[in-house]
Nanobody, 126 residues
């Protein structure tokens, strides 16, 4: 049973772009805060961006990649996207989709009380 399934990762050169997708089962998507995290080797898992899947689809961003990354959702399918532009080697990490099921995006950047996907690897070479 699919809960959260990420796709779209890969290897790119610096300056390149990728679009990650997170296909979610409806129960983990509806009226929930959907979040993208990333984790580089030896580092803690870091919240990148979040979107609330109802109403005006409010979005939230970590200051670090803001301006280069854009989170969005498909309003027909239960999919959340992360558009990543001008990728740099320090963006290399495993990228995870998470759901704060049935919750608004308060404290979205924390790793507690989330349902997680398996992750998709992004590797950026210089």
């Amino acid at each position: 049973q699919v809960q959260l399934a990420e796709s779209g990762g890969g290897s790119v050169q610096a300056g390149g772009s990728l679009r990650l997708s997170c296909a979610a089962s409806e129960q983990y998507y509806t009226r929930s805060c959907m979040i993208w995290f990333r984790q580089a080797p030896g580092e803690e898992r870091e919240g990148i961006a979040a979107i609330y899947t109802a109403g005006d689809s409010l979005t939230y961003y970590n200051t670090s990649p803001k301006g280069r990354f854009t989170i969005s959702r498909d309003k027909v399918k239960t999919i959340v996207y992360l558009e990543m532009l001008n990728l740099q080697p320090h963006d290399t990490a495993m990228y995870y989709c998470a759901s704060a099921v049935g919750q608004v995006c308060r404290n979205w950047w924390t790793t507690e009380n989330k349902v997680w996907g398996q992750g998709t690897q992004v590797t950026v070479s210089s």
